[in-house]
């Protein structure tokens, strides 16, 4: 089973539209949670991390829910510039080190 | 700006050949951190670098890899005897201390003809 799980879509949406990324994950150790952004052939860029509570940032939402092993990032009004891979990664404790999801591709159509 | 810099950013080397990838962080930090991308698949942890140690290695970094801090500035990756399937994007990362939060460079595209 796959340590970071998600759904690798691809997703097109409309541009305004809302969009939602769900993703799961195995390891217990997992302490940490992010959701990076990944544009092609460059490097991922921290979104957003993510809190037991759930958290806001602008248009996007992240929640977490460690009883499920589940993590999910909500876009609202969503942009062109929202076109993207989004990653969702895991820090494993102990280790510090970054598991990343295979990621789900994105793209807003105009 | 860039977290941390990284060069060269492409490098084309013959089987066989060593290669030496480059990491600057911008600031003083004490975490580092290298990460592979082999196209068109995840991001993978290869090495983690606290305080001038190798904290944590995955299994993919194995006795072809090494890493150091030369001068207590630049953070490199060496690969003794490069393969093929070594071919990928290097992103060398740099934490934030007490969040947890990674921030990588641009990457070096390693390709191994």
């Known amino acids: 089973r796959k340590e970071v799980e998600q759904d690798p879509g691809p997703f097109n949406v409309p541009e305004g539209a809302t969009v939602a990324f769900n993703c799961t994950y195995s390891?217990?150790?997992?302490?940490?949670f992010f959701w990076y952004r990944q544009d092609c052939r460059k490097e991922p860029k921290l979104l957003m991390s993510?809190?037991?509570s759930g958290n806001e940032d602008g248009r996007f939402t992240a929640q977490l829910n460690r009883a499920s092993q589940y993590i999910s990032l909500l876009i609202r009004d969503s942009k062109l510039s929202d076109s993207a891979t989004y990653l969702c990664?895991?820090?494993?404790?102990?280790?510090?080190?970054?598991?990343f999801g295979q990621g789900t591709r994105l793209t807003i159509n105009p | 700006e860039p977290e941390v810099t990284q060069t060269p950013s492409h490098q084309v080397t013959q089987m066989g050949q060593e290669v030496i990838l480059r990491c600057v962080p911008i600031?003083?930090?004490?975490?580092f951190y290298w990460y592979r991308q082999i196209l068109g698949q995840k991001v993978e942890f290869l090495v983690s670098?606290?305080?001038?140690?190798?904290?944590?290695k995955s299994e993919i970094f194995d006795d072809q890899f090494s890493v150091e801090r030369p001068d207590g500035s630049n953070f490199t990756l060496k690969i003794r005897s490069t393969k093929l399937e070594d071919s990928a994007m290097y992103f060398c990362?740099?934490?934030?201390?007490?969040?947890?939060?990674?921030?990588f460079g641009p990457g070096t595209r390693l390709t191994v003809t």
């Open positions: 990664v895991a820090l494993i404790q102990g280790a510090q080190k970054l598991v």
């Open positions: 390891n217990s150790a997992s302490q940490s």
């Open positions: 600031s003083n930090h004490l975490y």
């Open positions: 993510v809190y037991s």
């Open positions: 990362a740099r934490e934030t201390s007490g969040t947890y939060e990674q921030y």
């Open positions: 670098f606290y305080n001038n140690e190798i904290s944590e």
